[in-house]
């Protein structure tokens, strides 16, 4: 541990795999970083790299990390004395650590690597089938593919203790990658449980990259001019968790109290109880203070014990699909898109029942331009557009049944709707399995984990006593305000963002001025979002979405249950992770005072 180190400065380069491959060398040439980290893993990413493993041993992990990221960069990262944290071991994070190490021996340099191992649950998927589905209670299906518990940070501590200068993970908690350097500098107990949620706060706030430094940001014509060459965030963490959140010098993108504090609202549930293996974090009391140009002090992060449970996610595969795209343009584009789709769809079904092979267990048509995502609040003259994309994705068990959709879809060209043209793929599209999500809950004390590192392999014990207790419902405040003003859209008012938890979308909304959440709270109480977003919810009038405020940041996070069409990769939607949302609600008309804005 470095002693006399006051701060120490960690780097985000990646929010998902696939992320560009440039920003480790932006932090490392640029961002004078301590640390590098790398947030890999969503739940489709575990299954496609299941899915990969099952045909090549060796596979199963991110390989563009070894290749392309960190190969150019073993020997500028061993000078600089940096430590790398990334959770791209995915399934098979030994094979990750082999790579890595051919890799540095390869470019002339030793870099001692650890690998963290007891995710990976799916070879002792039998001993848990008396755990069952979280808000439900089914069993976890036969055929699953993948099975990870979301591991914490202590073990990530460990293994840089033991000396490891890049340490890989597979299924963690996307903070931990920050938690676990911050524990092991400044040597935060397990029970300092507001020092650990400020870290985690911190990952939290980096783990999604450029989207705390102007991406993907409410006021983005503030940002466009930067967009080549976003700068990606780094936090400077004191050692009692308050933290500075900046970018390198000279790139673009902004970090300004609303650009972070949209991401620190992204994704989240109830923010009193953000739960995670180490900590239950508190971000009610979050408060964002701009302390510089490109730099926001955060600080009033509360801690809690944590449960007895990881959370585990499972995929399995649940049928196959078959997507087609195409143009369509002229006069009445969306009628005809939508007569046209539906004619495809009602012809291989014809088909289908005819061969024996049963009715599609999904359909889903979409005219892209229409403002058909916006159902009932779609602007008078969108169905009037004159140019649409048209979207059909078909869901069947049988992957004959999507092979035959994949035949038919062609014939719309010549025999249905004028205007028809510009098919996307190159031709006929390519059936696909569905990788659906089964997540549950393991106790701690059922999952063993290990730090592998050289030649050397040791148990890390954590705590797994638990003692979190949920916090009671608090009553909706919906605050009585003069509204003598009219009604402006929200935007002018707020700033916000969206998410998924599983089949359930996020919206985190900042007023841009204190003075105006009032009205906002007023305004968007959760049976008036629950009614603008009945078109998506599951039981319409009758889903069910919650609201919570956040009185230190000045924000209030609603979660829309249920709606996303199951989310994620088994979503036949358009915007199955509800990434519009947040746009969509930017509308909402808000009653104010004469003279507010």
Sequence with gaps: ???????????????????????????????NVDYLVFDYLAEITMSILAAKRMKDPNDGYAVDFVEYVMAPLMAQIKAQKIRVVANAGGVNPLACKQAL???????????????????????????????????????????????????????????LDAGAEIVVTGRCVDSALVLGPLMHEF??????????????????????????????????????????????PVVDVASDGSFVVGKPEGTGGLVSVHSVLEQMLYEIGDPRAYILPDVVCDFTGVKLEQVGENRVRVSGARGYPPTATYKVSATYPAGMRCAALFMIGGIDAARKGRASASAVV????????????GDFTGVDIHCIGAEETYGPHARPGAAATREVVVKIVVQHPSAKATRLFAREIVQAATAMSPGFTGYFGGGRPEPSMIPKLFSTLVPKDRVAIDVAIGQERFAVPVPTAGGFVPPAAEPEDLPVV???????????????????????????????????????????????????????????????????????????????????????????RTDPQGKAFAQMLLDFPVPVARGLV
């Design 187 to 232: 040597g935060w107990r397990q029970d300092e449980y507001d020092k650990l949620a400020a870290g985690s706060v911190a990952g939290h706030i980096i783990e999604c990259g450029a989207q705390c430094t102007g991406g993907n940001f409410t006021d983005w014509e503030l940002v466009r001019e930067g967009f080549p060459d976003m700068g990606f």
């Design 482 to 572: 003069a509204a003598d003003g009219g009604s402006v859209p929200l935007v002018r008012l707020a700033v916000a963002r969206s998410g998924d938890k599983g089949d359930h979308a996020n919206i985190g909304v900042a007023a841009r001025r204190p003075e105006y959440l009032p009205y906002i709270k007023a305004a968007l109480s959760s049976r008036a979002v629950r009614d603008y977003f009945a078109h998506v919810l599951a039981g319409g009038a009758q889903g069910r979405v919650e609201r919570w405020e956040l009185p230190g940041s000045n924000s209030l996070n609603f979660m829309l249950y249920n709606a996303l069409g199951g989310g994620g990769a088994c979503s036949l």
């Design 101 to 159: 190490e051919a890799a540095a021996a390869k470019a002339g340099v030793e870099l001692r690597v650890a690998v963290v191992l007891g995710d990976d649950l799916l070879a002792r998927k039998d001993e848990f089938a008396d755990c069952r589905e979280l808000g439900g209670s089914a069993a976890p299906p036969p055929n699953l593919v993948s099975m990870n518990a979301y591991l914490g940070a202590l073990p990530i501590a460990r293994a």
């Design 346 to 357: 009602e012809k291989v079904r014809r088909q289908l029942l005819e061969a024996g092979l």
């Design 1 to 31: 541990m470095k002693q006399n180190q006051k701060t120490v400065r960690i780097g985000c380069a990646a929010a998902f795999w696939g992320d560009t491959n440039t920003a480790a060398a932006q932090l490392v040439q640029k961002g």
